[in-house]
């Protein structure tokens, strides 16, 4: 089926990260409609693991949520930086690691029904302690090592309501990546 196509954009919001606008669209079956889009440069998400099998989870306040949530380190993509390249810089600058071995857990789309932003989700071990650089506008208050099923139940019991984070750990713990 082929894909929509954009007749129209007026820009409502330009920001430092976001572009909020509104499009006129063909839909694929050829009628037009008016859509609300965020466009967002696309961004990483990490899934740290150490020796002793426990995942590196921060808890971060986050203002749009007004909460603090457990979370998997993640980070927007800067100017024309690869997923892989974010991911590693977003490693050390949030959670305080590198890490040497990286495989690739695909992406997720967080809000396909109005932005187009992926998000690029890595597992990462072999890690080793950095100087974590928080941005101004994080404000992260733990980075704890947790136990693979801690953390598992920490998504199903809703410990864990960021969903870069529960996709990430289900994706690598589905395809045997965590034992």
Same mark, same amino acid.
């Given at each position: 089926m082929p894909a929509s +196509?954009?007749?129209?954009?007026?820009?409502? =919001?330009?920001?430092?990260? =976001?572009?909020? *606008?509104?499009? !006129?669209? $063909?839909l694929p079956d050829g009628r037009q409609t008016e859509l609300e889009i965020l466009r967002h440069p696309g961004a990483a998400a990490i899934l740290p693991v150490t020796e002793a099998?426990?995942?590196v989870l921060i808890r971060q306040y986050r203002h749009a949520? *007004?909460?603090y949530l457990w979370?998997?380190?993640? *980070?927007?993509? $800067? /100017?024309?930086?690869?997923? &892989?390249e974010c991911a590693r810089r977003e490693l050390a600058e949030e959670a305080g690691f590198t890490a040497e071995d990286w495989t690739d857990l695909g992406e997720m789309l967080p809000a396909p029904g109005y932005a187009c932003e992926r998000i690029h989700l890595y597992l990462a071990r072999d890690l080793s302690r950095? +100087? @974590?650089? =928080?941005?101004?506008d994080e404000m992260i208050v733990e980075v704890k090592p947790v136990p693979v099923a801690e953390?598992? !139940?920490?998504?199903?019991?809703?410990?864990?309501?960021? /969903?870069?984070?529960?996709?990430?750990?289900? !994706?690598? @713990?589905?395809? *045997? &990546? &965590?034992?």
């Open positions: +196509r954009v007749v129209e954009r007026r820009t409502v =919001l330009k920001g430092r990260v =976001l572009d909020i *606008g509104v499009e !006129r669209v $063909e099998n426990e995942i949520a *007004g909460d979370e998997v380190p993640a *980070g927007t993509r $800067e /100017g024309d930086e690869s997923p &892989l950095a +100087r @974590q650089n =928080l941005d101004e953390a598992l !139940r920490w998504v199903a019991d809703g410990t864990v309501i960021d /969903g870069k984070t529960a996709v990430a750990l289900c !994706r690598a @713990q589905l395809r *045997g &990546l &965590l034992s």
